[in-house]
């Protein structure tokens, strides 16, 4: 399995940003999808999770209203849609694929590049 993250950037607080997440390989509707960041000097944490075969969306209590995750069976894509964005929401973040949905990350066993999302003040 592959994962390819996209959509950072930098944004201003208060905006809204949607990143994305491609799935490729020959088994990857098996996995559920997971979405974690890290910030600087600071240890990964978990944001949400999906499973691709149905379910509702897990997400961590931190960001419980503000973060949406969606997929796209058919694009084999997964999407985390984040609102009202904060510069503590500033951080590398990477989508994960794993056979459980947890929010432990070493549950996950494929992870994508990571994608930068920077919040100004």
């Known amino acids: 399995v592959q994962l390819q993250a996209s959509g950072g950037g930098l944004v201003q607080a208060g905006d809204s940003l949607t990143l994305s997440c491609a799935a490729t390989?020959?088994?990857?509707?098996?996995?559920?999808m997971g979405w974690f960041r890290q910030a600087p000097g600071k240890a990964r944490e978990f944001l949400g999770s999906i499973a691709w075969r149905g379910g509702r969306p897990y997400y961590a209590n931190s960001v419980k209203g503000r973060f949406t995750i969606s997929r796209d069976n058919t694009k084999n894509t997964v999407s985390l849609q984040m609102t009202a964005l904060q510069p503590e929401d500033t951080a590398v973040y990477y989508c994960?694929?794993?056979?459980?949905?947890?929010?432990?990350?070493?549950?996950?066993?494929?992870w994508g590049q990571g994608t930068l999302v920077t919040v100004s003040s």
């Open positions: 994960a694929a794993g056979p459980a949905n947890t929010g432990m990350d070493y549950e996950y066993d494929y």
């Open positions: 390989g020959p088994t990857v509707n098996s996995y559920t």
